[in-house]
């Protein structure tokens, strides 16, 4: 499993408390829907991953846990706002749009932040097993997408077999633990879900989540979910094969 060590999630409370504060400003209306959206979608992210020590990747988990956090927030303050009767059907659902919908974007602002804190302090000298990781991920998130794209004019069966693809070679690049394959799976699935389909979910935010009420941005949602989910599951599998070939690195990482 992942671990949750305190250095590695350092940013997240920090991350979560300003992307709330982002969501209640939104509300106000104090800025135009547009440039809230966009700061919404990566603020906690980029802050959880300014905070955050260790790797890239560290910083991409980070903001993902961090989205989760401000997923609950907006959902628990749009549901009571709303005045419906059955708060926690309405909760349940705009959790699960708004995690969806954050998920992908805070885990790019996690990872954004975590590259400009290295930078700034000067620590980006990797080691072989981290540069093989962030390679990994970078490649394993550009076949995703592609390998979505291409497909998606044949069947949406093959579709799915993109993220599997894309977390195997991610998963494959950073290491044989099943842990690292599992982090690395995780992260290349948000990043890819989130290049792909950042247009429908940009749709969906500025537009009040009203797209999501439709056959389309369920589907959308849902293929967030799928993607991660499948994107994971890639991973470990990367990292068992290479495990299994006597391929590991030895030192436990990638980035």
């Known amino acids: 499993m992942v671990s949750f060590d305190a250095g590695r999630f350092s940013g997240v409370i920090p991350g979560a408390l300003a992307g709330g504060g982002v969501f209640l400003l939104g509300r106000s209306g104090l800025l ?15 802050v959880a991953g300014l905070l955050t020590r260790g790797r890239v990747r560290d910083g991409a988990v980070a903001g993902a846990a961090c989205g989760v956090i401000v997923a609950l927030i907006a959902a628990a303050f749009t549901s009571l706002s709303e005045g419906d009767p059955s708060v926690l ?12 919908l954050l998920l992908p974007y805070n885990a790019i602002g996690g990872a954004a932040g975590r590259a400009v804190r290295s930078a700034l302090q000067r620590d980006g000298a990797a ?15 550009v076949a995703i997408v592609g390998l979505a794209l291409v497909s998606g004019l044949l069947s949406l069966l093959l579709v799915v077999a993109a993220p599997l693809a894309g977390g195997f070679i991610a998963g494959y690049a950073s290491g044989d633990r099943p842990k690292d ?17 950042f247009i429908p979910l940009l749709w969906t935010a500025l537009h009040d989540f009203g797209f999501a009420d439709t056959f389309e941005g369920m589907v959308v949602i849902a293929l967030v979910y799928l993607f991660t989910l499948l994107g994971t599951a890639g991973g470990v599998a990367g990292a068992v094969v290479r495990g299994s070939f006597g391929e590991g690195t030895g030192d436990g990482g990638a980035g």
Do not use: H, K, N, W
């Open 89 to 100: 059907s309405t909760f349940a659902f705009y959790a699960l749009i708004f995690t969806g």
């Open 181 to 197: 394959g599992l982090e690395a799976g995780f992260v290349t699935a948000l990043f890819g879900a989130g290049l792909l389909f």
């Open 127 to 141: 080691g072989t097993g981290e540069q093989g990781g962030r390679r990994g991920i970078a490649v394993g998130t």
């Open 32 to 46: 135009p829907d547009p440039v809230m959206t966009v700061v919404f979608l990566f603020c906690g992210g980029l």
